[in-house]
């Protein structure tokens, strides 16, 4: 992925001046960066050797103590951007307090943030506990009990907890707001806000966040202090990684087409606009011989996390999922996904789309158009910055098995007709 990096900070660190964050870039290992020997080498095991942009750019100020402004896509690497500096910094923590604090939007994401947390955190000798709704809070107390050095939370739970006095953040020392736009969209600012001022000790803060303006930069002017703002932007609208494809197909025939795109696929992502929709398609799917499962808001907890535990392991072909409950999906190596009913915008086409083609990789986008939704997604096309044509094709058409080698015609630019001068 070809990138932009820029440091619109007007008060960059003293260590590390704005005009180095070209060289910055071009880190090529983690010791570079300052990181330990200990999370060198779990990252090795691994395979992870190779800091991404937004790592090489924030981890020098976090480690440095400054307040961190983070502007880059999902699927960025932006966990090992606050979660390596955090991993050193943080101390162990008394009983019944927290040093480090990640909030998150959603359970998806917590789990998921943890996971990574923890797996690296053995090496350093930090506990993380993970807190969010929809399960037994009992369970989570449990946990709390036994040491949080690091707790990745969403606001709501997180609250509860502090208020029946189970876990202290009053001296946390270090806060992350992980995917702080999509906090916004989902109305939990007032929550981060609330967290944020029952910190009453002075604490370092990193924020991340695809954009930084309107309501996320009056969360920077009141909590973060002198924060060095750090920006990486692929080129175009969209990840230039990702093949874009449009077909034109009957609605009756949808299942027996996303099946075939599935055949040579080993992880695919299907988007809908409902829950009842969402299980419809699922079913569908399942008669058609794939494995497809549905996640949405009205599955348990426990369910959720187990259909999202198959689809990571790679023991489920087809995740069917709603724009609400894929807001915290961050799976790597998804292949595919596909907007089985076109999305009412660009935003959330772009962030539907950007579930693949993560970190770097490649993947392969599809949208299923009906004949009657051709003038509603090429206007969205003109606004997602994608010029692809919508190419009409049945279930047999031995296109779809490989999308991506196939290379639609370039559209015919759009005729200008002269209008009449009326005399």
Request: glycine share 6%; aromatic share 4%.
């Amino acid at each position: 992925m070809t990138t932009n990096t820029t440091d619109t900070s007007s008060n960059s660190s003293p260590d590390l001046p704005s005009d180095l964050d070209d060289d910055l870039t071009a880190v090529e290992t983690f010791a570079e960066l300052g990181i330990v020997p200990e999370l060198v080498e779990a990252l090795s095991a691994k395979g992870i050797t190779s800091p991404f942009p937004v790592q090489a750019l924030t981890i020098p100020d976090a480690l440095a103590g400054r307040d961190v402004c983070g502007k880059a896509k999902t699927g960025s690497g932006k966990t090992l951007a606050f979660g390596l500096p955090m991993l050193m910094k943080t101390q162990k923590a008394r009983q019944g307090e927290t040093e480090s604090l990640v909030l998150v939007p959603t359970r998806e994401l917590c789990l998921q943030v943890s996971s990574e947390l923890r797996s690296l955190g053995k090496s350093m000798d930090r506990r993380v506990v993970e807190i969010y709704g929809g399960v037994s809070i009992g369970a989570q107390i449990n946990e709390i009990s036994k040491g949080a050095d690091i707790v990745v939370a969403t606001p709501g739970r997180l609250i509860d907890l502090v208020d029946r006095k189970e876990i202290s953040i009053a001296n946390v020392s270090m806060v992350v707001l992980d995917e702080a736009d999509q906090m916004a969209d989902m109305g939990f600012l007032p929550q981060v806000d609330h967290v944020l001022r029952s910190i009453t000790v002075e604490h370092q803060t990193l924020l991340f966040s695809a954009t930084l303006d309107g309501v996320i930069e009056r969360i920077v002017k009141r909590h973060l202090g002198d924060p060095v703002y750090h920006e990486v932007e692929s080129d175009t609208i969209t990840v230039n990684t990702m093949d874009h494809r449009f077909i034109e197909a009957h609605q009756m025939d949808k299942p027996k087409v996303v099946a075939a795109i599935a055949e040579n696929a080993q992880r695919v992502l299907v988007f809908v606009h409902t829950k009842r929709g969402c299980d419809r398609v699922a079913s569908a799917l399942r008669d058609e011989g794939v494995q497809a499962q549905a996640i949405h808001g009205d599955l348990a907890q426990i369910q959720r996390e187990k259909v999202l535990s198959r689809f990571t392991n790679g023991t489920l072909d087809i995740l069917v999922a709603t724009n609400v409950a894929a807001r915290g999906l961050h799976v790597d190596g998804v292949d595919v996904v596909i907007h089985y009913d076109p999305p009412s915008d660009h935003k959330t086409y772009l962030h539907r789309s950007g579930r693949t083609a993560r970190a770097g990789e490649g993947g392969l986008v599809v949208t299923l158009v009906r004949y009657d939704e051709i003038p509603a997604v090429r206007a969205l096309q003109k606004e997602a910055g994608v010029r692809q044509p919508i190419v009409k094709m049945f279930s047999n058409d031995e296109r779809l098995r490989d999308l991506a080698a196939f290379q639609p015609p370039a559209e015919p630019p759009p005729i200008k007709r002269n209008r009449r001068r009326r005399r």
